[in-house]
């Protein structure tokens, strides 16, 4: 019989200090680490940027954005400087962790100094008063650049971008949609998004698709109906999807948010396909990744973030109803999502797993459907309402919480949003993935 031994835990030198550090850890919690290997094996600044792109950093942004003042203290001195498109941007650190690319940025800008980055970073998570701020020296600003190509990227429309790490609600003109998208997706700032309420991810599309139309169509003068869009974009010739001809190329970033992995019904995703507007390789990947989830249960590999990447449904709650209800149903798992009404500002959200022979579940849920016959499904979820009370938004969650669902009384109820509120009306999302299980 082999011996058996516990896997060793080599150790590995780290820059001209000698620090050290076990090989598999991850470069989160030793960024001065990081600077000294860089230092010491003459790593390049590109190739750095890999290696701190590889930093769990959703995981930072969570912390350091859930542990600092939301807003700037009035009167508070910038100290970050971003460098962009020819202008000097002057920013505060809690709300530049809205942004991956900028805190990817602003910890490569603290690795280059002499100065611990993992001190200056807990000093932030210390989330110090603004008398302490007062008495101190001031402050070192932190300079970080920023070059983008993209022609749809305005100074206008960059600088709208940058106003909404500090506001929750989006201002943004109609001129400047697809600047301000083209520049949330540069800078990694998914919140912009959130505030895009979706009955579900077809219908997000659906409505980008009329959006599309209507910028190409400037005369007319009503909303056409859905099969007469599918005909415009399909009369172009065959040989170039839309969205990689001269003309569509200016509309990308509007298309590169959308979720398009949570279309899952069959005649959506045929739209998807014949319509000749995505290139084939958004087509292919699409489709490979659910054939793969299929193929393994319903496991979502290809999803990692709820915040990004979650399929969303919603409802759309008035006064006019005391219950509100839709049966949806994903990889041949289906769920009820629930609101309920009690008095007159009291609201209860769920989502509730179905049996696939429940009697209640519609026709047009079950057709052309899988069905899985697992007992238990693994879901990782998170339910959010906002309402408008007096001209502003109020907002509302579960916070992401992960669950087993299963098809008995006691097991198949999620976590329940209470809410009190006399907005009116009110946008519900349930978003929700299912992790690898």
């Known amino acids: ?21 076990f090989p598999r850890e991850s470069y989160l919690e030793d960024l001065l680490g990081l600077a000294q290997l860089s230092r010491a094996t003459g790593l390049d600044n590109e190739n750095e940027m890999k290696i701190i792109d590889r930093l769990h950093i959703p995981q930072l942004q969570k912390i ?6 939301k807003k700037p203290t009035q009167g508070l001195v910038a100290d970050v400087i971003l460098d962009c498109m020819g202008f000097k941007w002057e920013l505060h650190q809690p709300q530049l962790f809205n942004s991956a690319t900028l805190t990817k940025l602003y910890i490569f800008a603290l690795s280059q100094k002499d100065t611990d980055p993992l001190k ?62 083209a520049s949330a997706h540069i800078l990694q700032f998914p919140s912009l998004f959130k505030k895009l309420f979706t009955f579900s991810e077809f219908d997000l599309l659906k409505t980008t698709l009329y959006w599309v139309y209507l910028q190409l169509n400037l005369k007319v003068q009503t909303i056409p109906i859905y099969e007469t869009v599918l005909e415009f974009f399909n009369s172009f010739p065959k040989k170039c999807p839309f969205l990689e001809r001269e003309l569509g190329q200016k509309f990308l970033p509007a298309f590169l948010p959308l979720r ?43 999803v990692k973030d709820l915040s990004t990447q979650g399929i969303r449904f919603g409802l759309l709650i ?19 999502i629930k609101g309920v009404k009690h008095g007159t500002s009291s609201y209860n959200f769920y989502m509730q797993r179905l049996k696939y022979s429940d009697a209640s579940l519609p026709a047009k849920v079950c057709e052309r459907r899988p069905v899985s016959l697992r007992q238990e499904r693994l879901v990782k979820y998170e339910i959010r309402a906002q309402s408008l009370v007096n001209g502003n938004w109020q907002e509302f969650s579960t916070n992401a919480l992960t669950q087993k669902f299963g098809l008995i009384k006691s097991t198949s109820k999620s976590h329940t949003l209470k809410i009190e509120t006399e907005g009116n009306p009110i946008f519900v999302t349930f978003a929700f993935f299912f992790p690898v299980s």
């Open 260 to 302: 398009l992995h949570g279309i899952t019904k069959a005649k959506d995703l045929e739209d998807i396909k014949h319509i000749n507007f995505f290139p084939e390789t958004w087509l292919v990947r699409i489709l490979a990744n659910h054939y793969h989830a299929l193929e393994s249960g319903g496991d979502m590999f290809h």
């Open 1 to 21: 019989m082999l011996n058996q031994h516990p896997p060793r835990l080599d150790r590995k030198i780290c820059g001209r200090n000698d620090r050290w550090r």
């Open 120 to 181: 200056e970073l807990e000093k932030l998570l210390r989330a110090e008063s603004p008398r302490k701020f007062k008495k101190k020296a001031p402050v070192k600003k932190i300079n970080i650049s920023l070059k983008i190509n993209d022609p749809l990227v305005t100074k206008t429309a960059f600088a709208t971008a940058l106003k909404n790490l500090y506001c929750k609600e989006a201002e943004v003109h109609k001129d400047d949609v697809l600047g301000v998208l």
């Open 318 to 336: 008035n006064q006019e109803n005391k219950i509100y209800s839709e049966m949806i149903g994903v990889y041949g798992f289906f769920f009820e």
């Open 64 to 69: 350091l954005t859930g542990s600092i003042p």
